[in-house]
């Protein structure tokens, strides 16, 4: 079954503490990228890959990090979280005109 | 920048009627995409429209593509419970930009009461 999955689901933390948001997909595809969901806001895009060792910035990157050292897998990164980033998450993959989205990780930060 | 607007942002309806979403571009785009959305999930894919003028039909679902490439609507023929979601549209691409990249719209918010 083709799918993305993203862990954690759920994730409460504290503002300065290090934190990983895995992505994995198994589609062999070779664009990925991460957006953060927010009431009012909409879907914005924080970073995406072309394809291994190659990402660039999306329209809100500040404050993440990601890297993309295998096809399948590309985490998100937050150094320092500040409560800010509080907000729901979701990795995407896209093959052609199809994207599939993870289930999404809802992150609080206090 | 371009800017997609969905509208309306909320829409309330009981089972059976029907409706229109609609969406917006401030510029021609190569494709558009819509989604739904339901609670504590991700979006899924329903259509990819990439012709001028194109229609494309999904069981209760038609969608069409503006002649202009600017603009696409939704429309859902007697709605049902299961319809509730977040429906997004999407656009790949414009004139000098990244096909790659998806643009989201706000949404538009849609319940069908039983």
């Known amino acids: 079954e083709a799918q993305v999955t993203q862990n954690p689901r759920y994730l409460i933390t504290v503002t300065g503490k290090k934190l990983t948001v895995t992505c994995s997909q198994n589609m062999n595809h070779e664009y990925m990228s991460w957006y953060r969901q927010d009431p009012g806001l909409g879907l914005r895009q924080i970073y995406y890959s072309m394809n291994v060792e190659v990402t660039d910035k999306g329209d809100v990157p500040e404050g993440y990090k990601v890297s993309r050292k295998e096809k399948r897998n590309f985490p998100l990164i937050l150094e320092s979280p500040s409560p800010n980033q509080t907000s729901l998450y979701f990795c995407a993959s896209r093959g052609g005109n199809e994207q599939f989205f993870g289930p999404g990780t809802r992150l609080t930060v206090l | 920048t371009q800017l997609l607007e969905q509208s309306p942002q909320f829409l309330s309806i009981q089972e059976g009627e029907n409706l229109t979403v609609y969406c917006n571009s401030s510029s021609v785009f190569s494709s558009l995409q819509w989604y739904r959305q339901e609670p504590g999930e991700g979006p899924v894919l329903l259509v990819t429209?990439?012709?001028?003028?194109e229609v494309k039909k999904l069981k209760r679902l038609t969608f069409q593509f503006g002649d202009a490439r600017k603009d696409s609507s939704l429309h859902i023929t007697a709605a049902q419970p299961g319809d509730t979601g977040l429906y997004l549209c999407a656009l790949s691409g414009d004139s000098g930009g990244s096909n790659y990249k998806l643009t989201f719209g706000k949404g538009t918010l849609l319940t069908v009461n039983p």
């Open positions: 429209v990439v012709t001028g003028g």
